[in-house]
């Protein structure tokens, strides 16, 4: 028995960003030279996502995701650089009636001087100034557009 749970643990699929994912980029931090970006995929996009631990477990469950692919920013005008590929884990974001939810959550810092633009947030209060994906695919640009915003919970 014993054996056959340690096999489990050890043949289980870590969490990852699939190519072609999107997320949000959000601005955290920004001084006369960089900004931080607080980059955010949602659950529904991790493959493999782990089921969080119930109670204040929760909290500190924080495991890595893989991530095989470079992220790059966009924003409405299109892509603006590639970020590389962030150290992302796994977190607890809400409890609400249809359960917990959790997400891939990276930081990133970006020099200024490497930006072909300016970053413009679109909202003042979550400071969202454009989204991140893995890979560097249109299509997963053109199927983000598409989609209703509401169902991503950034």
Do not use: Y
């Amino acid at each position: 028995m014993v054996l056959s749970l340690l096999n489990l643990v050890v043949f289980a699929a870590a969490p990852a960003l699939p190519e072609h994912a999107v997320g949000g980029a959000f601005l955290s931090r920004e001084t006369k030279t960089e900004v931080e970006l607080t980059l955010r995929f949602d659950q529904a996009v991790v493959t493999d996502a782990p089921a969080l631990p119930a109670g204040k477990a929760a909290l500190s469950f924080k495991p890595k995701v893989a991530v095989e692919h470079e992220v790059w920013l966009w924003d409405s005008a299109g892509k603006l650089i590639n970020l590389g590929k962030p150290s992302f884990t796994f977190r607890f974001s809400c409890e609400n009636d249809a359960g917990l939810r959790a997400q891939a959550i990276a930081k990133v810092m970006v020099q200024k001087a490497q930006l072909p633009r300016a970053l413009v947030p679109v909202s003042n209060a979550w400071k969202v100034v454009g989204f991140a994906v893995v890979g560097s695919s249109k299509t997963a640009v053109r199927s983000w557009r598409s989609t209703s915003r509401s169902t991503q919970s950034w």
